[in-house]
C-alpha cells in the first residue's frame, strides 16, 4: 500500500529548501510527468462499498464543472507582484497557496470516478478494502497551502486602512460595471482594470481575486 524511499522533500514552509530524508509515498507512484497513474481495479464487486447499492453504477455522463482553469496572465500577474510582496504573503500564510495556483494540475477522470465510487457519504470517508480515509485540515495545509488557523476571509474589515482599501475595490467594481451590459464582474475584467495599478491596491485587488477564483 506504501513504498518507503529517500527523496527530496519540500517543507510546507515558505522558505526553507527541500531535504534529502525518508518518506512514505501511497502507490500507486508516477515515475514521470507524462505517463498517467495505473487504472485501479474497476471490479469494485471484489471490494464491497457497504454505502452504495449492488445496482448503483455510474453510467451517465459526468461533467467536472467545479474544476477552474487558470486564467490568462495570472501566472505573470502573481509572479511581479510576488517581487515586491512576498514577504507579507508570507508573514500572512498565503504564499505557498497563492504560489501554488499558477500550476497546472492534470485531471484523471477515470481515476476520480474510481474514487467517487469509493465515497461514503454517511460518514464523509472513502471505503478502501484496507479501511476508511478522508481529507483533514493537515491534507489541507500541506497540499493546498492554505493556512488553517486565523480569522475567517468573511471577517468585517475594521482597521481604517483596510477600509480604505475595501472601499478603493468597491469603487474600482462600481467603475467596471459601468462599461459592460452585465450585472456581475468577471475576472478578466477586474484582471484588466487593477492590474498595473501598484501599490497596495493592486496587492489587495490579486488577493481578492484569488480568493474568488482559487480559495
Excluded at 505573470?76 to 500564510?93: A, D, F, N
Excluded at 468597491?170 to 450585472?183: L, M, Q, S, Y
Amino acid at each position: 500500500m506504501i513504498e518507503e524511499k529517500e527523496e527530496m522533500m519540500v517543507p510546507h514552509v515558505s522558505g526553507v529548501l527541500p531535504t534529502l530524508r525518508k518518506a512514505h509515498f501511497l502507490k500507486p507512484i508516477l515515475t514521470s510527468e507524462n505517463q498517467p497513474p495505473p487504472r485501479p481495479h474497476s471490479d469494485l464487486s471484489l471490494f464491497p462499498n457497504p454505502c452504495m447499492k449492488m445496482n448503483e453504477v455510474i453510467t451517465k455522463r459526468v461533467l467536472f464543472r467545479g474544476r477552474i482553469r487558470q486564467q490568462k496572465g495570472w501566472k505573470e500577474w502573481v509572479e511581479e507582484l510576488q517581487k515586491t510582496h512576498q514577504e507579507i504573503w508570507k508573514k500572512v500564510g498565503i504564499l505557498d497557496a497563492i504560489r501554488a495556483s499558477i500550476y497546472n494540475i492534470r485531471r484523471h477522470d477515470e481515476l476520480i470516478i474510481w474514487l467517487a465510487q469509493r465515497w461514503c457519504p454517511e460518514t464523509n470517508t472513502f471505503v478502501f478494502p484496507w479501511g476508511e480515509t478522508t481529507m483533514t485540515l493537515e491534507d489541507v495545509l500541506i497540499l493546498g497551502g492554505f493556512s488553517v488557523l486565523g480569522a475567517s476571509v468573511k471577517f468585517p474589515v475594521e482597521n481604517p486602512e483596510n477600509k480604505e482599501l475595501e472601499k478603493k475595490l468597491v469603487d474600482g467594481c462600481a467603475e467596471i460595471k459601468k462599461n459592460t451590459i452585465n450585472f456581475f464582474v468577471t475576472h478578466n475584467q477586474w484582471t484588466n482594470y487593477f492590474k498595473g495599478c501598484g501599490g497596495e491596491v493592486e496587492n489587495a485587488a490579486l488577493i481578492a481575486l484569488w480568493l474568488s477564483r482559487y480559495g
